[in-house]
C-alpha cells in the first residue's frame, strides 16, 4: 500500500530519487541508473535543467532535428524541429525542397494583438457597473505605470480596456477585457502582472465608489489571467504555382490539384477528418515552438479554438485553383516570443534561434506557421496519392529495429532490404529471423 510524502520538494535530488525507487520501483533494479544516465556530465548545465521545474530528477530527451531548404519570403531558412514522430522531419524536409523549385513560402503577419481578462461578479445595477468602469479605467491604466515602463519604451504595453457583460449567460458575470502588444515577448507573464495589478485596483477603488455603497453591492474580482486565444494575433503562409507544376512522377497535376483542394474541403467539412488534419498541422507547429522554446500547450489550445471559431471544428488550411493557378494556405494564431521564457535560458533554444538567424517575433510567427503549411502539404500529398503507411513506415522502420534490438550490420542490411518491400512489425522480426538463423 503505498504511502503519501510530505515535504517531498525541500528532499535533495538524490533523497527523491531514492523515495522513488523505493516506493515505486521496487522490481527495477535498473530504474537509478536510468534516471542518473541521462544526467549531463557539466554540472552547471545540469543544475539549469534542474531548475526549470521541481523536483527534477532527470532529462528527458527528444531529437532536435533540422529541416533545411525552406524559403520564406525569398530567404532561405534550415527549420531546427523538436519531435518524436519518426516521419516529422522528413516530410517538412520534403515539403520544402519540393516548394524550394516552385518559388517557396510566402508568409505574413496579419495582426498581433494578445489579450487577456478580469473576470468578476458584480450582482447589482449594470449601469452602475459601467458608470464605474468609465470613473476606475483611467486609474487601471496608471496603476501599471512600472510594470509597464520597459515594455512601453519599446513601443508596446496595454492597448484597451472594455467592459463585457456576460451577465445574460451567467448570472453576474462580467469581465474587463484587456488588449496588449507585447512586441518579441510572448507576454504571459507581462500580461497577468498587469491584469493582476488592475484587478487589486479595481476592487480597491470599488469600496469608495458611491452608487456602490448606497446599494451596498461591490464587484468582486474571481480571477484575472492572459488568455491563449489570440485571434487577433494572426499569421499567414501560403505556396502557389501552375497547376501543371505539380504533375509527379505518377500523377498529373491538375487530377493531383483537384484531388488535394478535394481533401482540404473534406476537412473543412467533416470534424473527424479535421481533427487528424490539423493534428498534422501541428506535428510541424509544435516542433518548431518546442525546439524554440516556446509555449506549445498554449499554441496548441489557441490554434485549435480558432478551428472551431465558426461553431464547428474544421480545417486550419485552404485551398483553390483559379486560372489554372494551385493555391494553398494557412491562417492561425500563434502567441510565441523570442525573448524572455526558455528562448535565452536552454543552450538548444539558443541555438535554434541562431539556426533560425535570429529572427523577432513576427518572423517566428511566419516561420511556424510555414511550417504548419508545409507539414499539411507533405501529409494531403501523401494521402491523396499513395497513401500515408509506405512514408510512415520507412521511417519507423529503425524504431522497429531498435524495439528488436537489431545490430548495426542487420540495420544497414534491412535498411536495404525495406526500400524495395512494404515495413510492417512483422516483416520486420520475420526479416530478422531469417538473417539470425
Ligand atoms: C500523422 O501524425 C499526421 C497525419 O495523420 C495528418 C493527416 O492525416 O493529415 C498524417
Not at 3 to 10: C, I, T
Not at 99 to 122: C, D, M, P, Y
Not at 305 to 333: C, M, Q, V
Request: hydrophobic share 45%.
Amino acid at each position: 500500500m503505498k504511502q503519501p510524502v510530505s515535504g517531498f520538494s525541500k528532499k535533495t535530488k538524490a533523497e527523491k530519487i531514492d523515495w522513488l525507487a523505493s516506493n515505486y520501483l521496487q522490481d527495477n533494479p535498473s530504474a537509478i541508473d536510468i534516471l542518473k544516465k541521462y544526467w549531463n556530465e557539466d554540472a552547471q548545465l545540469q543544475q539549469l535543467h534542474d531548475d526549470f521545474i521541481e523536483n527534477t530528477l532527470s532529462n528527458y530527451y527528444l531529437p532536435f532535428g533540422i529541416a533545411p531548404n525552406f524559403l520564406i519570403n525569398q530567404k532561405l531558412y534550415a527549420l531546427p524541429m523538436v519531435t518524436e514522430e519518426s516521419s516529422v522531419v522528413a516530410a517538412a524536409s520534403n515539403a520544402a525542397k519540393f516548394w524550394l523549385e516552385r518559388g517557396g513560402f510566402e508568409a505574413e503577419v496579419i495582426s498581433t494583438e494578445k489579450n487577456g481578462q478580469i473576470h468578476f461578479n458584480f450582482f447589482g445595477n449594470e449601469k452602475d457597473i459601467e458608470a464605474f468602469f468609465e470613473v476606475v479605467k483611467p486609474k487601471l491604466r496608471n496603476s501599471i505605470q512600472s510594470i509597464e515602463k520597459n515594455m512601453k519604451a519599446r513601443g508596446g504595453g496595454l492597448l484597451e480596456l472594455s467592459l463585457v457583460d456576460k451577465s445574460h449567460i451567467l448570472e453576474g458575470y462580467f469581465h474587463i477585457h484587456a488588449t496588449f502588444e507585447t512586441l518579441d515577448a510572448m507576454g504571459a507573464n507581462f500580461i497577468n502582472s498587469c491584469l493582476e495589478q488592475m484587478a487589486t485596483v479595481f476592487e480597491e477603488e470599488a469600496k469608495s465608489f458611491e452608487k456602490f455603497q448606497k446599494e451596498k453591492m461591490y464587484p468582486e474580482v474571481v480571477m484575472s489571467i492572459l488568455s491563449n486565444y489570440v485571434p487577433e494575433c494572426l499569421v499567414r503562409a501560403q505556396v502557389s504555382c501552375r497547376v501543371d507544376e505539380l504533375t509527379l512522377k505518377h500523377h498529373d497535376g491538375k487530377q493531383f490539384a483537384e484531388k488535394f483542394v478535394r481533401a482540404i474541403e473534406i476537412a473543412k467539412t467533416e470534424t473527424r477528418r479535421a481533427v487528424t488534419h490539423n493534428k498534422g498541422i501541428m506535428n510541424g507547429v509544435d516542433a518548431v515552438v518546442l525546439a524554440t522554446g516556446n509555449d506549445f500547450r498554449a499554441v496548441e489550445a489557441g490554434v485549435h479554438a480558432y478551428a472551431a471559431r465558426n461553431s464547428y471544428y474544421g480545417s486550419l488550411t485552404h485551398a483553390k485553383i483559379e486560372d489554372g493557378i494551385f493555391t494553398f494556405w494557412i491562417e492561425l494564431p500563434l502567441a510565441v516570443g523570442t525573448v524572455g521564457g526558455l528562448t535565452s535560458l536552454h543552450p538548444l533554444t539558443k541555438l535554434a534561434f541562431e539556426i533560425l538567424q535570429k529572427p523577432d517575433a513576427k518572423e517566428l510567427m511566419k516561420i511556424i506557421a510555414v511550417a504548419g503549411l508545409a507539414q499539411n502539404f507533405a501529409a494531403i500529398r501523401s494521402l491523396v496519392t499513395t497513401g500515408i503507411q509506405k512514408g510512415h513506415m520507412k521511417m519507423h522502420l529503425m524504431n522497429i529495429l531498435n524495439q528488436l534490438h537489431a545490430t548495426k550490420a542487420e540495420k544497414k542490411v534491412a535498411m536495404e532490404f525495406f526500400i524495395a518491400n512494404p515495413v510492417s512489425h512483422s516483416a520486420v522480426v520475420d526479416f530478422l529471423e531469417k538473417l539470425r538463423s
